[in-house]
């Protein structure tokens, strides 16, 4: 049995990651499922039964979605595994990784927010990231809607490197609305899950996946955050892994802002710049120079409309006048743009950037 199908067992299996590890730490991992039982039950306590349960685990329809997705999976032992993860308590024994890990992802912060923010926490999220990548920081998120997608956007506009954290199978991009940007994040950084294929989006992963993002992180910014939200996940896992907190103040009576100002209150760091990420992470300021950058690839027309919209709504009427196409041929581009999911419709026929 090789080694792919060994991993896929132990993932797909109901075992512990603690039980796992030891596993791969322990035999060589193509000829785990060869050993007497005695000389596992050695290593982990598993009954008889359980254990022929883990090796008759069918792994081929997973086996074939990582080929047909360009997937690998990195095991806790091997020289590619995140070292700011393996030295966190109980960390995760298999990923799965499209993109590729760099030894430079040891610099690394983490941006989190609330699905459904203010434009204010857009803007914010995108221009902190934006700001810290070209200093060699790789920005890590969740990949959701909201402040996971303007951070990745930031750190791709930045020519920096991104991690998405998912809460599903490698294979599965949710929401589907970031199938476009997932593609970019694949070639400036990577996707990570420890779900195997075939998972699909379920309430209770996505604490799960806030682990690795804390895990992965020096420091963790929350951006915005209700009351109750998932961003308290991410920073009680960051407090556990002993990773800075920062958090971004907000308007008092915004209710996206409650959380953050909460934490403010708790004792998170306030960050108003990235100049206040730079200055407590002791980060040089030389910056590094540029890797590979968006703005996506457009025919002519369509980019320099795109290029004109950010975060501010442009009137189309605005467009008219900076551009002097006409009317139907800016109708039909912004249609496109849309359709793309690199723009939105704020009403009033006003359009700006898509980081939802």
């Known amino acids: 049995m090789n080694e792919t199908d060994s991993l896929l067992k132990l993932s797909y299996s109901k075992l512990t990651s603690k039980k796992i590890t030891s596993l791969i730490t322990t035999f060589n991992i193509d000829e785990i499922f060869e050993k007497d039982l005695s000389e596992i039950n050695n290593v982990i306590d598993i009954q008889k039964e359980e254990w022929e349960n883990v090796k008759n685990i069918k792994v081929e329809k997973a086996k074939k979605i990582l080929s047909d997705v360009g997937a690998k999976i990195i095991k806790i032992n091997d020289e590619d595994y995140p070292e700011n993860l393996r030295n966190v308590i109980n960390p995760p024994p298999i990923l799965y990784v499209r993109g590729k890990l760099e030894m430079e992802d040891s610099t690394a912060v983490g941006i989190v927010g609330s699905r459904n923010c203010t434009e204010y926490g857009r803007t914010v999220a995108k221009t902190l990231a934006k700001e810290l990548a070209p200093f060699g920081i790789t920005l890590i998120s969740g990949l959701a809607r909201g402040i ?69 992180s020096n420091a963790i910014i929350a951006v915005q955050a209700e009351k109750r939200s998932g961003v308290f996940s991410t920073v009680s896992w960051a407090l556990d892994y002993n990773r800075e907190v920062f958090a971004v103040p907000g308007n008092v009576n915004v209710r996206q802002s409650m959380g953050t100002n909460k934490l403010i209150k708790m004792g998170a760091s306030v960050v108003t710049s990235s100049e206040d990420i730079l200055q407590a992470l002791n980060i040089s300021p030389k910056k590094k120079d540029k890797g590979e950058e968006m703005p996506l690839s457009l025919p002519g027309d369509e980019k320099i409309i795109y290029e004109m919209l950010g975060t501010e709504p442009i009137p189309v009427d605005a467009i008219l006048e900076m551009t002097g196409f006409t009317i139907q041929h800016i109708t039909s581009i912004l249609l496109l743009l849309e359709l793309k999911g690199l723009i939105r419709e704020v009403g009033g026929k006003r359009y700006i950037r898509n980081y939802v």
């Open 148 to 216: 996971d997608t303007a951070a990745h956007f930031g750190a791709l506009e930045g020519g920096g490197r991104t991690i998405a954290v998912m809460a599903t199978g490698i294979e599965r991009i949710y929401p589907s609305s970031n199938r476009n940007l997932s593609s970019h994040i694949v070639k400036n950084g990577a996707l990570i899950t420890d779900f195997p294929p075939l998972t699909p989006p379920i309430g209770y992963h996505f604490p799960l996946r806030n682990r690795i993002i804390s895990g992965l």
